[in-house]
C-alpha cells in the first residue's frame, strides 16, 4: 500500500523560509510527477510546483522565484522549499504523486496535507 507523509509544516513570520517533505512508501509504479499543491480556506486546490520524471519542473506565477521544488529519487521524496513566504501562501500543502501503469492508466496518490501559515 503506497503512502505519502508530509512534514515540516508550520508557523513562520512574512519573509521566513520553510522546507516542505514528501516521503513515498510501498511500491510505485514509474512515478511520471510529483507535484505540491495548496488549498486556503474557501479556496480551490492549486497546483503550487510540479517536477516530472525527467527532472523539468513547473511553477504556479504566484511562488516563481520564491519556492524550489526537487526530489531525491532514491529515497521517493519529494521537497518544496519555501522563501519569501508572504500571508497569502498560508494554506494546507498536499504532496501528490502520479504514477502511469501501462495499459491502465494513471494512478494519483495524496499525501494528508500540512499546514503552513505565515504571519504579517
Do not use: H
Amino acid at each position: 500500500q503506497v503512502q505519502l507523509v508530509e512534514s515540516g509544516g508550520g508557523l513562520v513570520q512574512a519573509g521566513g523560509s520553510l522546507r516542505l517533505s514528501c516521503a513515498a512508501s510501498g511500491s510505485i509504479f514509474r512515478i511520471s510527477a510529483m507535484n505540491w499543491y495548496r488549498q486556503a480556506p474557501g479556496k480551490q486546490r492549486e497546483l503550487v510546483a510540479a517536477i516530472i520524471s525527467g527532472g523539468s519542473t513547473n511553477y504556479s506565477d504566484s511562488v516563481k522565484g520564491r519556492f524550489t521544488i526537487s526530489r531525491d529519487n532514491a529515497k521517493n521524496t519529494v521537497y518544496l522549499q519555501m522563501n519569501s513566504l508572504k500571508p497569502e501562501d498560508t494554506a494546507v500543502y498536499y504532496c501528490n504523486v502520479n504514477s502511469y501503469i501501462p495499459s491502465y492508466g494513471y494512478v494519483y496518490y495524496w499525501g494528508q496535507g500540512t499546514q503552513v501559515t505565515v504571519s504579517s
